[in-house]
């Protein structure tokens, strides 16, 4: 079990950034893992022969299942035993996983093996956010939790950009033969080149040292059970709800438009794979990592003037400006305009990400920290990549009935979440001067 002591001493800054690295580059890998699929919704669309539904599926919810319904037993440990073991072990499931992927001879083996994928990812944030809340204190720990979330989009691009050079480079057969495994098809190869950078990374990982819990909650005993965190959060429940289910709306908002950008680009505008993947991949490479860096550094920076309302208060900037690019950029009516939207819409539109779940180490005691972001996880998991791709795709196959109408889909569906989630933060935003004495209390 991991050492304690309320009042232990700061890491140094130097070795706190660190860990946020190491952190972060894992980050990368688990979103490469899990990404690299939005590129291959056409090939896997006719060699399976699946609907748009039956696709959103295998890129949402197939993943999020078991990412979502682990999420809160993986928090749980991450309360009560190592984190660097934890995180270790995780890595190496889903890199497993991923090669699974690439095996796949089918539509439901491929959805086991993403299940499995999610599984694997579901400790990463919980664990991670925990060690980065022994390292930070409030007022400083929403750059570094940027920094992570920001790694997450970093991961989302390089899988769309450098997962669009890959597949312009593999083979043209159908089926390539692997030393081993024997006939996989071609376009699956992606996924094997998508597992190598979670382990080379972990080689780096397993530097960090586990360190002692800071900001322990006084009680007896040292543990704090699933409903003593249920407890504390009915004490600020309608700060809590309005964060979880606004934020949640927004990972659909976000998860949704990633999943299904490649392919309408390609459907509308006749792009290939390549061609999307390499543009999308450098749009979040950049813009994604700077809305949510940018958007944690605005965070911190206003956190003297507003206290814990900043959490809220970051996001809705977000969304205020991202409401109105979402139609623009998927009407526009020419590749080089949605082209050129992409880029303002990306940066603005994770703007809210980092922020919003800085409020949870900030304002919960240690023992629960890793439950809280497990839960939050789990909501926004489960209704952010579960359902995102899904709505979507329901919208373009039962509401519009043509898979190239896919411009509308997008523009409605996209733009309400956003607009919706908007609008739940702000009923929650008059709630945050109380919780915030809370916070203080258990700090």
Known sequence: MSSRAPNAPAARPAYAWFVVVTISLLQIGSYIDRM??????????LAFELSDTKVSLLLGFAFAMLYACMAIPAGRLADSYSRVKLIVFSVLAWSLATLGCMVADGYWSLFGARMLVGLGEAALVPAGFSLLSDYFRP????????????????GSGLALALGGVVIGRLPTTEFFTLPLVGDVRSWQLAFGFASIPSILFLGLFLFVREPARRGLAKQHGEGMTLAKAAAFLRRDKAMWISIFAGMSLINAFQYGLTAWVPTFFIRTYGWTAADIGQLYGVA???CATAGTVSGGWLCDRLFPRFGPRTFIVTPLISAAITIPLVPAFALAGSGLGSAVLV???????????????????????????????????????????GCGPWFIALFTDYVMGDPMMISRSIAVVSTSLILVAGLILWAGLRHMPRAAGAGARLS
Do not use: D, H, K, W
């Open 36 to 45: 690299v699929i939005n590129l291959l919704v056409e090939p896997m669309r």
């Open 139 to 154: 007022g400083r720990i929403a750059l570094a939790t940027s920094t992570v979330t920001a790694a997450s989009f970093v």
């Open 343 to 385: 880029v303002p819409l990306t940066y603005f539109g994770t703007m809210s990400f980092g922020a919003a779940i800085a409020a949870i180490p900030s304002l919960a005691p240690n023992q629960i920290r890793g439950q809280l972001v497990a839960v939050y996880t789990f909501v926004g998991t489960l209704i952010g990549q």
């Open 284 to 286: 979040f490479l950049v």
